[in-house]
């Protein structure tokens, strides 16, 4: 069983578009993050979602907003995409918040290229 | 502000070998969790160890230890008898407790290539 999904793995899209990413983890945990990987492979956080609840967001514009229906989905909104936004967005998540020993699991990523 | 550092873009091995992989940190938190992340050619982010502020003794996972080194603040990864298999993108990350739940933040990453 997968533990952390997203969907979809590829997404390619034309500038100016809006699109969404869909992530959704079966492991009970309560607090679920996004992360965004460029070009040169650098991992940065932009959210973390826990019990519902906003706690980061690193400086990220505000055409990204997360979207959370329930403690197992944490969605990726993307408003008038542009060049720069093409990279690979990994979703995880992890147990108990605010505890720093919790191991955070990935999904498998999505490629989103912006033509 | 936390920040990784990982000084080796790429290493070259042999198999059966030996690899540490370094990993510096930098935080004022007495709290934190510095973890390994291994990213192969297929995209996927897999977790391979973790070392707690506190814990007292290296962790080991199987063929892989992290020499942990407070004083120096250095979480070194090291791969005993090194596989092909072993060839990946390998990340270092540590996450500290500021009263929520926290992000990792990432290290540059090191690119490992096991040669026959």
């Known amino acids: 069983d997968t533990a952390v999904s997203q969907t979809p793995k590829y997404l390619v899209t034309q500038m100016g578009n809006d699109k969404s990413i869909k992530c959704e983890q079966n492991?009970?945990?309560?607090?679920m993050y996004w992360y965004k990987q460029d070009s040169k492979k650098f991992l940065k956080i932009m959210f973390s979602?826990?019990?519902?609840?906003?706690?980061i967001n690193e400086t990220v514009p505000n055409r990204f907003s997360p979207k959370s229906p329930d403690k197992a989905h944490l969605n990726l909104h993307i408003n008038s995409l542009e060049l720069g936004d093409s990279a690979v967005y990994f979703c995880?998540?992890?147990?108990?918040?605010?505890?720093?020993?919790?191991?955070?699991?990935f999904g498998p990523g999505t490629r989103l290229t912006v033509l | 502000a936390q920040k990784i550092t990982q000084t080796q873009p790429g290493m070259f091995v042999q198999e059966k070998e030996a690899v540490t992989l370094d990993c510096t940190y930098d935080?004022?938190?007495?709290?934190?969790?510095l973890f390994w992340y291994k990213q192969p050619s297929s995209g996927e982010m897999i977790f391979l160890i973790y070392?707690?502020?506190?814990?007292?003794q290296n962790a080991t996972e199987g063929r892989y230890s992290l020499n942990f080194q407070k004083a120096r603040k250095s979480a070194n990864l090291v791969i005993s008898a090194s596989q092909l298999g072993d060839s990946a993108m390998y990340f270092c990350?540590?996450?500290?407790?500021?009263?929520?739940?926290?992000?990792?933040?990432f290290g540059k990453g090191t690119h490992l290539i096991i040669q026959p």
């Open positions: 995880a998540s992890s147990g108990i918040g605010g505890l720093p020993t919790d191991t955070q699991y």
């Open positions: 492991l009970g945990h309560d607090t």
């Open positions: 979602y826990n019990n519902k609840e906003l706690i």
């Open positions: 935080t004022s938190d007495p709290s934190y969790g």
């Open positions: 070392q707690g502020s506190y814990d007292q």
């Open positions: 990350a540590m996450r500290v407790r500021r009263g929520g739940a926290d992000g990792l933040t």
